[in-house]
């Protein structure tokens, strides 16, 4: 059971354009919200992240709205740039007891071209 | 070093033979993670510790896997008997604490890629 839907699965942007990513879940204990991005060859990093007590949140081209009624959250990369083509991954963390856990996104592999 | 470390960073192995996987987590995390991402797929949790207790398991994916931290420290990821389908990217992360003591980010290393022939 997939608990956390991202789409699409693959996005080209032009250099300037808005990149936008979005996730939906199901679990509504989630309590965290990150957003990774990951190079080829590299580890996952984190980007920015967001509370569910938070309609949006943004780091300078990097924004995160959130929908805590529709269970939904999207991330939007304004004046997008080359250097920004990676997949990137949503993801929500859950509490059990003292152990949490990320469940992520199965990732969107973003292309800026020129 | 200043990041989550990974050892070997390729290991190409026979099907049927034992792997370990190391993982030195950033100096004083004390909660440590191992992911696993198959290729096209998102990132698959298989076990957490909280200093070198795994209170959470559950993502162990037979019980030819299996994990321990010593000294609160160094992690290691053992697959026995591996499979075909066992090869994948084998991610770690740290952070500086798991659980209720806040949002604390995850800092992950750069995997381990394995694959079984």
């Known amino acids: 059971q997939q608990q956390v839907k991202q789409s699409p699965q693959s996005l080209i942007v032009q250099k300037g354009g808005i990149s936008i990513i979005n996730c939906a879940y199901e679990?509504?204990?989630?309590?965290?919200f990150p957003w990774y991005q990951q190079f080829p060859g590299k580890g996952p990093a984190l980007l920015i992240a967001?509370?569910?007590?938070?309609s949006e949140k943004k780091e300078g081209r990097f924004t995160i709205s959130f929908n805590k009624s529709a269970k939904q959250f999207s991330l939007h990369i304004m004046d997008s740039q080359p250097g920004d083509s990676a997949t990137y991954f949503c993801?929500?963390?859950?509490?059990?007891?003292?152990?949490?856990?990320?469940?992520f996104g199965t990732g969107t592999r973003l292309q800026v071209t020129l | 070093g200043a990041g989550v470390s990974q050892s070997p960073s390729n290991k190409v192995t026979e099907k049927g033979k034992d792997v370990e996987l190391r993982c030195d987590p950033i100096?004083?995390?004390?909660?440590l993670y191992w992911y696993r991402q198959s290729l096209g797929q998102g990132l698959e949790f298989l076990i957490y510790?909280?200093?070198?207790?795994?209170?959470?398991k559950s993502g162990l994916p037979s019980d030819r896997f299996s994990a321990e931290r010593t000294g609160g420290s160094v992690s290691t990821l053992t697959i026995q008997r591996t499979q075909q389908e066992d090869s994948a990217v084998y991610l770690c992360?740290?952070?500086?604490?798991?659980?209720?003591?806040?949002?604390?980010?995850?800092?992950f290393g750069d995997g381990t890629r394995l694959s079984i022939l």
């Open positions: 993801a929500a963390k859950s509490q059990t007891g003292t152990a949490s856990k990320l469940t």
């Open positions: 510790f909280q200093g070198n207790s795994a209170p959470d």
């Open positions: 100096s004083g995390h004390t909660a």
């Open positions: 967001i509370r569910p007590d938070v």
């Open positions: 992360a740290s952070s500086l604490a798991g659980g209720s003591l806040g949002n604390q980010p995850q800092h």
């Open positions: 679990n509504t204990a989630f309590d965290y």
